[in-house]
């Protein structure tokens, strides 16, 4: 269905059941999951997130800036072990990074970017936006932007967007399609409402899936239904 994608990753979906830290044999079962799609000749950049690692301040004194340098920091650990597994894999890849670190990524360049992607190397943004007060949901949408994405994926643990939130009550709703509009008007939790903005104003779709499940990610290449599209 898509030629190039931006997949967020949260960083707590590479902990596995342990919650925090890493689980590599759930980072392994992701990247098998993504070189499936990687196989079907697909583009793929990836934004991964910290929350495994660092859930921002810790108190309330704690400085914002700070706080958001060291996520920025977690998100680039979880970068390199995304990158590994690929290269177990045998999948090429590279880690990239809004803030420089010349011994252990490349510094984010856009047409560096894209050349990787065009020889069909996966691409894994490390850093956020590089700058604090931002997320790596409002990355992954700045990310899509600029590598013309035709989609972002939105791998999570929920298989797709609720009225309200699943593993709270019995009764909560799944949309199959919703508007940008509707998202943000109800206040749903897709992503922050930054990183909504800029896929309506790009025109970028959303796709909410499951990640752990085996299947989800795969077949929503395949035309397939799977989880909710945000579009």
Request: aromatic share 8%; with cysteine; net charge neutral.
């Amino acid at each position: 269905m898509y030629k190039r994608v931006l997949i967020k990753l949260s960083g707590e979906a590479l902990a596995g059941k342990k919650k925090m830290g890493v689980c590599y044999d759930t980072v392994l079962d992701i990247c098998k999951k993504i070189k499936e799609v990687h196989d079907l000749g697909v583009e793929i950049g990836i934004v991964v997130g910290g929350g495994n690692f660092w859930r921002g301040r810790q108190n309330e004194e704690f400085d914002r800036a700070t706080a958001d340098y060291i996520g920025m920091l977690a998100t680039t650990m979880n970068a390199l072990t995304l990158n590994d597994a690929f290269r177990q894999l045998g999948v090429e890849s590279r880690v990239q990074t809004a803030i420089e670190m010349r011994q252990v990524a490349e510094f984010y360049i856009k047409g560096r970017a894209h050349k990787h992607l065009n020889k069909k190397r996966i691409v894994i943004f490390g850093c956020g936006t590089g700058s604090p007060f931002f997320s790596t949901d409002t990355a992954s949408s700045l990310k899509a932007a600029e590598i013309g994405a035709d989609a972002l994926i939105k791998a999570t643990n929920v298989d797709g967007v609720y009225d309200k939130d699943p593993n709270k009550y019995d009764d909560a709703v799944k949309y199959d399609e919703i508007s940008y509009l509707e998202v943000l008007n109800k206040k749903l939790k897709v992503m922050d409402l930054t990183a909504i903005t800029l896929c309506m104003d790009n025109d970028i779709p959303i796709l909410v899936l499951n990640i752990n499940n085996d299947h989800d990610l795969i077949d929503s290449f395949k035309g397939k239904k799977v989880g909710t599209i945000v579009k």
